[in-house]
């Protein structure tokens, strides 16, 4: 693929985040004004590398081209909300849900049932409409929902693990998944003792 032209589809893919983040945030306000918390803890966004993105067609075995690229990799831009509590994920998705011009074209719910890793986290797929040669076009971006939990030990387990270049051992490997377990464990607990506190308050 040549550089010029890669990099051209490259600033779509940063155009198409920089619109969803700005949404977003207006979205954390709006939800923080009507819960009366930070609903949305952080939100933070990326453009995968090329090499990432080559890794992945690879991984996946398509043929390298433009088409291939667009059909099926969802996630080139990326964007990552994290919230304090589980059922945040939730609201937080509804509310995206309700959003006018975002269109959600795929759904993961690793939340009712994590991967075999351990991972979880909620994921849309969506398409957000930017600007390009006086037309309007839809570009696909990938929002991860989590908790801080979650995210806490999706970032550890990044490096440690899931993009590690050094094998771990299978006990330490297991030890990860179990800790992923635990902190899920957590994040239940917490979600229904903040749902009992709302019952007594409503
Ligand atoms: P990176 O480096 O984070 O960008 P598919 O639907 O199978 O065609 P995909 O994208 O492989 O496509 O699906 P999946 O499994 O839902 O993974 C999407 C992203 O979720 C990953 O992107 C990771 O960001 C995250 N993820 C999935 N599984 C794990 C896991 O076990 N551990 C951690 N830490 N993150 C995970 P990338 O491109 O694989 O990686």
């Known amino acids: 693929m040549r550089d010029r032209e890669f990099n051209k589809l490259m600033n779509l893919y940063e155009k198409a985040a920089n619109k969803l983040l700005e949404e977003l945030y207006m979205l954390k306000e709006y939800l923080k004004s009507t819960y009366d918390y930070d609903v949305i803890n952080t939100i933070s966004s990326r453009i995968k590398t090329p090499q990432s993105i080559l890794n992945k067609m690879n991984k996946k075995k398509y043929k390298l081209n433009y088409k291939n690229l667009i059909q099926n990799i969802d996630d080139i831009a990326g964007v990552r909300i994290a919230c304090p509590i589980k059922s945040d994920i939730f609201t937080i998705k509804r509310a995206i849900e309700n959003m006018e ?25 969506v398409e957000v409409p930017i600007e ?71």
């Open 132 to 202: 390009f040669k006086d037309k309007e076009i839809y570009v696909k971006c990938e929002i991860q929902i989590r908790t801080m939990a979650m995210d806490f030990w999706a970032t550890a387990e990044h490096k440690m693990r899931y993009k590690s270049k050094k094998k771990l051992s299978w006990f330490d490997s297991q030890k990860l998944s179990w800790y992923a377990k635990i902190l899920n464990m957590l994040d239940t607990k917490l979600s229904t003792i903040y749902a009992k506190q709302e019952e007594n308050i409503n």
């Open 101 to 125: 011009d975002i269109r959600i074209i795929k759904e993961k719910d690793y939340i009712s049932q994590p991967k075999e890793s351990g991972y979880s986290a909620y994921h849309l797929i």
